[in-house]
């Protein structure tokens, strides 16, 4: 019995050790840049070795954009809803837009038929990006357009799981 005892203690001390282990590595920065209405040819690190003209290598200078690519991941096959709002869901929660925001109706309209979420934008039912990194420990912040739906606060950025919002709602803004 003393045997058996002495194993659990070295296991147990082993696994709170591992654990120790894990959560003193530090967590990777995740910086997701959304650029609305942005060519594929836009970037200079996508037509990297087919520009010969000098004003194409004017028109698509993005060094800082470039850097940061280098140093990170670029995800590049994001395939957008021909609108803004069901892009925009579909991007924030991982979703089709035909599952998640097909129409886009003003961010405000409210469906007293849809007892799920009742507005337009993201159900209240899915969990978000913000919310999925918030659960793995992260702090989040968005800059930008929202437009995944504000008929309720629960429906903006702060209530789906963003701590801080540098804001508009939708678009139409005067810069």
């Known amino acids: 019995m003393p ?10 001390l082993a696994a709170v050790r591992a654990r120790e282990g894990v959560a003193a590595q530090p967590k990777p920065n995740v910086l997701f840049i959304l650029a609305d209405d942005y060519g594929w040819a836009n970037m ?16 698509m200078c993005t060094p800082n954009a470039e850097a940061l690519i280098h ?10 809803y021909k609108i ?19 129409v886009n109706t003003g961010v405000t309209v409210v469906n007293a038929s849809d007892h799920v ?3 337009v934008g993201i159900p209240r039912n899915m969990t978000g990006m913000a919310q999925k990194l918030k659960s793995a420990g992260y702090k989040t912040h968005m800059v930008g357009k929202w437009d995944a ?4 606060p629960e429906h903006t ?18 810069y």
């Open 84 to 102: 803004c709002s069901p892009s925009r869901s579909s991007l924030q929660s991982g979703r089709l837009a035909l599952h998640v925001n097909s």
């Open 3 to 12: 045997a058996a005892s002495a194993l659990a203690k070295v296991a147990l």
């Open 71 to 80: 140093e990170g991941i670029l995800l590049d096959r994001h395939y957008a």
């Open 149 to 152: 739906g504000m008929a309720t």
């Open 117 to 119: 979420s009742g507005a």
């Open 44 to 59: 200079g690190v996508l037509r990297r070795g087919e520009v010969t003209s000098m004003q194409a290598k004017l028109e």
């Open 157 to 174: 950025p702060l209530g789906r799981g963003y701590d801080s919002w540098v804001r508009y709602f939708q678009h139409a803004n005067d």
